[in-house]
C-alpha cells in the first residue's frame, strides 16, 4: 500500500510519460489516480518488450481513464496488445486506486475499486 505522501506525490504520471510517451505520440496523460501506477507501469514496459521494431511507429494509446471502477486503455495495437490490456483491466478491479492495495468494486452512482480505508475518499 502506497503512504499518504505517496498517494499525494502526483511524479509517477511525468515519470510514466516521459519513459513511455513515444507510445502516445509523444505525451501519455493518465486519467486515474495514483493507486493503478504500478499497473501502468507494468503494462507499459509488457507492451514496451511485446512490440516488434517495425511496429513501433504506428503503435498509439489514445487514452487511459478510469470507467466504471476500471482501468480503460484504448488502443490500436490488436490481439495481442488486447491480452495485455485485459490482464491490467482486471487488475484494476481488484486494486484500490488510491493506495494500491487489496480493492473492490463498489458504490452508488459514482463507482470506485477502493480497499475499506479508502471506500469514502475524496483527495
Do not use: P
Not at 514496451?48 to 486503455?73: H, M, N, P, Y
Not at 488486447?82 to 480493492?103: F, K, N, Q, Y
Amino acid at each position: 500500500m502506497l503512504t499518504d505522501d505517496e498517494i499525494k506525490d502526483d511524479g509517477w504520471r511525468d515519470e510514466l510519460a516521459e519513459r513511455f510517451g513515444w507510445m502516445g505520440g509523444g505525451y501519455l496523460s493518465f486519467e486515474h489516480l495514483g493507486g493503478w501506477r504500478f499497473i501502468m507501469r507494468d503494462l507499459l514496459e509488457r507492451i514496451d518488450a511485446t512490440l516488434r521494431d517495425e511496429d513501433r511507429g504506428s503503435f498509439c494509446i489514445s487514452q487511459i481513464k478510469e470507467k466504471w471502477a476500471e482501468l480503460r486503455v484504448a488502443h490500436n495495437g490488436g490481439a495481442g496488445i488486447d491480452r495485455l490490456v485485459d490482464a491490467a483491466e482486471a487488475a484494476s478491479r481488484i486494486t484500490c486506486d488510491v493506495c494500491s492495495g487489496r480493492g473492490r468494486v463498489q458504490g452508488t452512482g459514482w463507482i470506485s475499486t477502493r480497499c475499506a480505508v479508502h471506500e469514502d475518499w475524496r483527495g
